[in-house]
């Protein structure tokens, strides 16, 4: 039995946004098992990295534990948690913007 033609052309393209893009395609973001770990504890650790660079932090602390978990913690500002604006200016947490949403924070970037 042939297989029947599917058509592929402009009208069969799609455009996923903000964290719609990430949850249908995660593995493009983050990666997949201990690489997509590797890659959050990085970003973990050049958060801190931020702080300490933009002279908030003194301290940066990183432990590896046995069961190849690990931990990060810095003496900087942390993260905001108070209301402010969202996608179409609905209130939302600070902090949970900043944990579900794409390039959410204040860029700051000493090196660039």
Do not use: F, W
Not at 35 to 41: E, M, R
Not at 76 to 88: C, L
């Amino acid at each position: 039995m042939a297989k029947k033609k599917v058509e592929y052309d402009e009208s069969s393209m799609k455009s996923y946004s903000g964290t719609k893009a990430v949850r249908k395609r995660y593995s493009m973001y983050v990666g997949i098992g201990e690489s997509a770990l590797q890659q959050l504890a990085y970003e973990i650790l050049s958060n801190s990295v931020d702080e300490a660079l933009g002279g908030h932090a003194d301290r940066i602390d990183l432990k590896l534990y046995k069961d190849n978990s690990i931990s990060i913690r810095d003496n900087g500002r942390g993260i905001p948690y108070k209301d402010t604006k969202g996608e179409k200016g609905k209130p939302i947490s600070a902090c949970v913007l900043a944990a579900t949403s794409l390039h959410a924070g204040k860029l700051y970037c000493p090196l660039h």
